[in-house]
């Protein structure tokens, strides 16, 4: 009897709390309607879902609408979003929009800095709703475009590309989609271009092999806008397509020579020994690329080493993801990691189960900004002693601080008498 009281009592105490929350969120909502109706100038962001909202902290929810199966409420939301002229921050997410809707929105929200519409399935003539509004909205301050799992084929993403040529977007989103590598050449065309300013591109989950992969890292030789760009797990499951070795040597040679990318994510696309070995190469003389994720890639120990051998000279990258990338833990290996890093001075983060003590002592250590000492030919000879001990006294690497300050502004403190 006591177990069923307190049974009884958890559940009345749930449903309590489900209540009030509901009551929270339903007020929540409904002000945020009526500001949307009334057109208030202080809106800024707005969050429109179909979905109803999770419990949880009331800041979270502010500013944010779900209409569940009220379509009527969804229509008339619609027609004073259109009125709304002062928004900045637009996300429509798991809803059925309009292509009206898509191609009246940059017209009517001049503001508008970042549009998320993930998971609207809005396809092809969604994407082409949308880039029409883009060439013919002149006064459009979009930075920011997210059009995930939208089902957007190769036409719809050729009509963006024809139409991001020529407009001020930053940051393009364009994941779990279906592009294949035809809808990456035509994006590679937008690339080359010289009035391109895109910053960050996201192509990852769609279809994109090597032939892709080849465009778009030619298209990086010449670009010199793109900051971070990512085509992870690109592989068609139907047709066994991929980026693969072949993706990879492209991607390879283009690090070589461009000298304005930061980012790559390489992770899920069945790149081997050889395709490795070969982005090892670019990476080698590489002057740019801050992070390279290889994560979900075959790379074995043969890749394994050449990133190594290339980590001895790069001087700029500061995090390699090398997560489930089949590397046995041998002796050879480590052993070949941690001279890699005695070597490095700016690699601080490392996702590999190959990583010692040793190996994240030295990583610690260039946190620690070890790579300053490369400037002073005096502090860069005295760091393999301050190295030595902390190898011997690893408890005392969080005092190197200290050492590394020393070394760099009191540097004449340790000059022989």
Partial sequence: KRAAKRRLRAAQETDFESSSSSSIINTLNEKTYARLQQRDSSLKELRITQDF????????????????????????????????????KLEIHSTLIEDRILSDTLQNMPQLTHLSLYNNHIGDAGACALAKSLETSKRTLLKSLVLDNNHIFNDGAARLATALASSHLICLSLQQNFISSVGAAALSRMLSQHTCSLESLNLS????????????????????????????YNDNEVTLKCLGDAGAKAFGSMLAKNTHLEVLKLSGNHIGPTGCAAIAKGLACNKSLKELHLDDNSIGIVGFLALCRALETNTTLQVLSLQGTMVPIERNVQQ????????NGTMTHLYSSIVSDECALLLELNRGLRGILKDDDFATALWPFVLERASKEPSLFMQLNLVYYALKEKSDLFRPC
Avoid: P, Y
């Fill in 53 to 88: 909202f999770s419990t949880g902290d009331d800041s979270r929810l502010r500013n944010k609408l779900s209409f569940g199966s009220d379509h009527h409420k969804w229509r008339k939301a619609r027609k004073a979003l259109l009125r709304h002229g002062s928004l900045k």
């Fill in 205 to 232: 989950r769609n279809f994109i092999h090597s032939a892709g992969a080849q465009c778009i890292s030619h298209a990086l030789t010449q670009n010199t806008s793109l900051r971070e760009l990512d085509v992870s």
């Fill in 336 to 343: 070949a990691l941690v001279q890699a890093l005695k070597m």
